[in-house]
């Protein structure tokens, strides 16, 4: 018989959990298992505490030729228990297997410590770049105002004493009459037909 350890889900629907089992390859997921030996709870926060194995037993029956799926691969990987199958494998003997063991757990509390000190600084840093950006556009607001009303002078140079007659001068054109305006372009229009 092909035997797997693998996952079974129980839990109401959008809340799933997990049941690690052993069963037939040929059953469906939710089939009957042959044995249950542990539970993942993949809603939980807390990703050290959101499963349990129980190792003995995954390990009797690894040794009886049952594979593992991926998800509980992770899963043993996360525990330790693929590093101590691996160990195994190789033919080491007991105590060397768990001191092995203890130093990958040595290893990786400190990685875990490592990550949570690395979050945390992330966070701090991110709040103090918040508040930064907030004293920032608090103290700049009057400038940006006084910033575009001294644009809006440099769009409109102030007026000389110079520049106001010629304003006038050119006002006065306008202003004249249309008969004599059409007197002095006349000329012009009666040079033109002479040239040909």
């Not at 030729?65 to 330790?80: E, F, H, I, W, Y």
């Not at 000190?117 to 907030?134: G, M, R, Y």
């Amino acid at each position: 018989m092909a035997t797997k350890i693998r996952l079974k889900r129980i839990g109401r629907r959008n809340r799933p959990f997990y049941r690690i089992i052993i069963i037939d390859s040929r059953k469906r997921r939710d089939g009957s298992a042959i044995e249950q030996v542990g539970w993942y709870n993949p809603i939980e926060s807390n990703k050290e505490k959101n499963y349990v194995l129980k190792e003995d037993r995954i390990l009797e029956w690894l040794k009886l030729g049952a594979q593992v799926t991926d998800p509980v691969n992770k899963l043993m990987k996360r525990s330790g228990l693929a590093y101590r199958w691996h160990l195994m494998k190789q033919g080491l003997s007991e105590k060397e297997i768990e001191k092995a063991v203890e130093e990958w757990k040595k290893e990786r509390d400190k990685v875990i410590q490592d990550r949570i000190k690395a979050n945390k600084d992330k966070k701090e840093k991110l709040k103090a770049e918040k508040a930064a950006a907030k004293v920032a556009e608090e103290t700049p607001a009057e400038k940006p105002a006084e910033e575009a009303r001294r644009s809006t002078c440099r769009r409109r140079p102030a007026r000389t004493s110079e520049e106001a007659p010629a304003e006038k001068s050119s006002a006065e054109e306008v202003a004249k009459k249309p008969a004599e305006r059409s007197s002095e372009e006349a000329p012009a229009e009666e040079e033109a037909p002479q040239k040909k």
